[in-house]
Antibody
Framework: QVQLVESGGGVVQPGRSLKLSCVAS????????MHWVRQVPGTGLEWVAL????????YYADSVKGRFTFSRDDLKNTVYLQMNSLRTEDTAVYYC?????????????WGQGTLVTVSS | SYVLTQPPSVSVAPGKTARITCGGD??????VHWYQQRPGQAPVLVMY???DRPSGIPERFSGSNSGNTATLTISRVEAGDEADYYC???????????FGGGTKLTVL
């Protein structure tokens, strides 16, 4: 079955960096686009970024553009989110998610999330 | 950028029908997808392409999309349906995935 397991969350000071990882299993990873979505506890979902199946295309929310970098390693079935210049407003649970393999873009599987807390 | 508007809350008695709306400009021209998020859990896809159910989602869940409103309908509501529900579209013009603000479904 499809599994997505995030790691790398924790407490970090404002202005510092953190790198999240997400290991995928149970499907042909190299043929799927992937997403990161975040959620401040008690509030709604916010899409963060998308990477195409081949890593050629990457799209970012305006709130993270220029600070976050999405990458993938198909040999390790892993995606990464490098987060730089972190702000207190980046505090959230970060979900790794698989993009449905259809003409339009949606999410068909989600990981359980990893909590990032940006605080001094 | 494109905006999706959901009511913050919907309440329904067990066994009745819940309708959760998602408003957007000419939303019928887009494919709308829906997610259920129970407390403390990750979201789960419950509807895609307006009205298609993923495997494992009960037939009680259905979807529609017309004009400026998409609707997720849950028939014969059960206590286990109590959750937050989010609609979502892909904004192809701006290359952004958009979520609605979410609707908390309360089963009375």
């Amino acid at each position: 079955q499809v599994q997505l397991v995030e790691s790398g969350g924790g407490v970090v000071q404002p202005g510092r960096s953190l790198k999240l990882s997400c290991v995928a299993s149970g499907f042909n990873f190299s043929t799927y686009a992937m997403h990161w979505v975040r959620q401040v506890p008690g509030t709604g979902l916010e899409w963060v970024a998308l990477i195409s199946y081949d890593g050629k295309y990457k799209y970012y929310a305006d709130s993270v553009k220029g600070r976050f970098t999405f990458s993938r390693d198909d040999l390790k079935n892993t995606v990464y989110l490098q987060m730089n210049s972190l702000r207190t407003e980046d505090t959230a649970v970060y979900y790794c998610a698989r993009s449905g393999a259809m003409a339009t873009i949606f999410i068909d599987y989600w990981g359980q999330g990893t909590l990032v807390t940006v605080s001094s | 950028s494109y905006v999706l508007t959901q009511p913050p809350s919907v309440s329904v008695a067990p066994g009745k029908t819940a309708r959760i709306t998602c408003g957007g400009d000419n939303i019928e021209s887009k494919s709308v997808h829906w997610y259920q998020q129970r407390p403390g859990q990750a979201p789960v896809l419950v509807m895609y392409y307006d009205s298609d159910r993923p495997s494992g989602i009960p037939e009680r869940f259905s979807g529609s999309n017309s004009g400026n409103t998409a609707t997720l309908t849950i028939s014969r509501v059960e206590a286990g349906d109590e959750a937050d529900y989010y609609c979502q579209v892909w904004d192809s013009s701006n290359k952004r995935l958009i979520f609605g603000g979410g609707t908390k479904l309360t089963v009375l």
